[in-house]
């Protein structure tokens, strides 16, 4: 496949809209085009070493679920490990393309996924994604009346409001006057200074309406799953359960206050990867996840929530295999797609 064919692909898989706002997804490294695609490596982590292996492989683009380029780089040179990805991926003609969070947030993506280690359960998205394109752009819609004799001056200020969008005019008749209809969409931002300026006419402030714009929510898309398990199951049999799905033969383990590893679990809040941020208030028997922070372990233990930890990658990199297959489907078999063997979490048990 070109290249851009296959970045068109991977986008429709899942869409880099509903990555986070601070995330880095999408095609980071492009080789001149026109480039053809017949073998795609997959990997948790673009290392030197999983480099290698790609370049040994005859890898024509890296999908790497972490973004190798998260902070900007003000240079590329030999001198720093991740400067040397993008030398050797220019060098050898190899794209890199990064989902991340988009990833976490599809309904078939890696929180889905996890989910699967703890049994028969039902889930919701913790942090539900909204529709990134509806309505449309700004947070807000004002409208209001005016007449001939305010209508020019009150566009031209408003034209000079940065972030207002969908600016339109319509006739209209109020009081029984012909007048403008004036409607237009605006940032929260802009907003308080199309407020300040309307306010200054006591007439067209008394005829101004603000509505505000909801984007509907995704079904079963967003950041992390509150699960619900079909039947309880205490916590030590959860761990195994865990250990098992993930293939790790250690995890670690905070027990929460009042609980024991025989308490029954139900309800399992999780996250892949590093999960404090979106799990922390979450009401939960559990909380799952790759590393939270020392004090959001001892908050979550002092509310009697147990806390699984898996170390980071461990918790995303599993779904490789999974994704591997589905995206076999979904691009219809027209390239050979492989997963690393060199791929591993930089942290094991010693």
């Given at each position: 496949m070109n290249?851009?064919?296959?970045v068109?692909a991977?986008?429709d898989?899942?869409?880099?809209?509903l990555?986070?706002?601070?995330?880095n997804v999408?095609?980071?490294v492009?080789?001149?085009?026109?480039?053809?695609?017949?073998t795609?490596?997959l990997?948790?982590?673009?290392?030197e070493?999983?480099?290698e292996?790609a370049?040994?492989?005859?890898?024509?683009?890296?999908?790497?679920?972490h973004?190798?380029?998260?902070?900007p780089?003000k240079?590329?040179?030999w001198?720093?490990?991740?400067?040397?990805l993008?030398?050797?991926?220019?060098?050898?003609?190899?794209g890199i393309?990064?989902?991340?969070t988009?990833?976490d947030a599809?309904?078939?993506?890696?929180?889905?996924w996890?989910?699967?280690?703890?049994?028969?359960c039902t889930s919701?998205p913790?942090?539900?994604?909204?529709?990134?394109s509806?309505p449309?752009?700004g947070?807000?819609?004002?409208?209001f009346?005016a007449?001939?004799?305010?209508l020019d001056?009150?566009?031209s200020?408003?034209k000079?409001?940065p972030?207002i969008?969908?600016?339109?005019?319509?006739?209209?008749r109020?009081e029984?006057e012909e007048q403008?209809?004036?409607?237009l969409?605006?940032?929260?931002k802009?907003l308080?200074?199309?407020v300040a300026?309307?306010?200054?006419?006591?007439?067209?402030?008394?005829?101004?309406e603000i509505?505000?714009?909801?984007?509907p929510?995704?079904?079963?898309t967003?950041?992390g799953?509150?699960?619900?398990?079909?039947?309880p199951?205490?916590?030590?049999?959860?761990i195994?359960r865990?250990k098992?799905?993930?293939?790790?033969p250690h995890?670690r383990?905070?027990v929460?206050?009042?609980?024991t590893l025989?308490s029954?679990?139900?309800?399992?809040?999780?996250c892949?990867g590093?999960?404090?941020s979106v799990l922390?208030g979450?009401?939960?028997?559990?909380?799952l996840?790759?590393?939270?922070?020392h004090?959001?372990?001892?908050?979550?233990?002092?509310?009697?929530?147990?806390?699984?930890?898996?170390?980071?990658?461990?918790t995303?990199?599993?779904?490789?295999s999974?994704l591997?297959?589905?995206l076999?489907i979904?691009?219809?078999?027209?390239?050979?797609?492989?997963?690393s063997?060199?791929?591993?979490?930089p942290l094991?048990?010693a």
């Amino acid at each position: 496949m070109n290249l851009r064919e296959l970045v068109s692909a991977l986008n429709d898989f899942a869409s880099p809209a509903l990555a986070e706002s601070w995330d880095n997804v999408g095609l980071l490294v492009e080789p001149s085009p026109p480039h053809t695609v017949n073998t795609l490596f997959l990997t948790n982590d673009l290392t030197e070493e999983v480099m290698e292996e790609a370049v040994q492989k005859k890898a024509d683009l890296i999908l790497s679920y972490h973004p190798p380029i998260f902070a900007p780089l003000k240079r590329v040179t030999w001198k720093t490990w991740k400067e040397r990805l993008v030398v050797r991926a220019l060098e050898n003609r190899i794209g890199i393309y990064s989902p991340h969070t988009a990833y976490d947030a599809i309904p078939h993506g890696v929180n889905n996924w996890l989910t699967k280690g703890l049994g028969t359960c039902t889930s919701v998205p913790l942090h539900p994604s909204t529709a990134p394109s509806s309505p449309a752009e700004g947070t807000h819609r004002v409208e209001f009346c005016a007449g001939a004799e305010h209508l020019d001056a009150v566009l031209s200020k408003i034209k000079d409001i940065p972030e207002i969008s969908c600016l339109t005019t319509l006739p209209a008749r109020a009081e029984g006057e012909e007048q403008t209809r004036v409607s237009l969409n605006c940032s929260q931002k802009a907003l308080l200074e199309v407020v300040a300026l309307l306010s200054q006419n006591s007439l067209l402030y008394h005829k101004t309406e603000i509505l505000l714009l909801q984007k509907p929510l995704l079904p079963h898309t967003g950041m992390g799953r509150l699960c619900t398990l079909s039947e309880p199951v205490s916590l030590s049999d959860t761990i195994e359960r865990v250990k098992g799905h993930l293939q790790l033969p250690h995890v670690r383990v905070a027990v929460g206050a009042g609980r024991t590893l025989e308490s029954p679990v139900k309800k399992v809040a999780l996250c892949a990867g590093s999960g404090s941020s979106v799990l922390k208030g979450t009401e939960a028997d559990l909380y799952l996840t790759g590393e939270m922070s020392h004090h959001d372990v001892l908050d979550a233990v002092a509310n009697g929530i147990s806390v699984i930890l898996c170390e980071h990658s461990n918790t995303e990199r599993g779904f490789l295999s999974e994704l591997c297959d589905t995206l076999t489907i979904h691009l219809q078999n027209k390239i050979n797609i492989i997963v690393s063997e060199k791929d591993r979490d930089p942290l094991q048990v010693a």
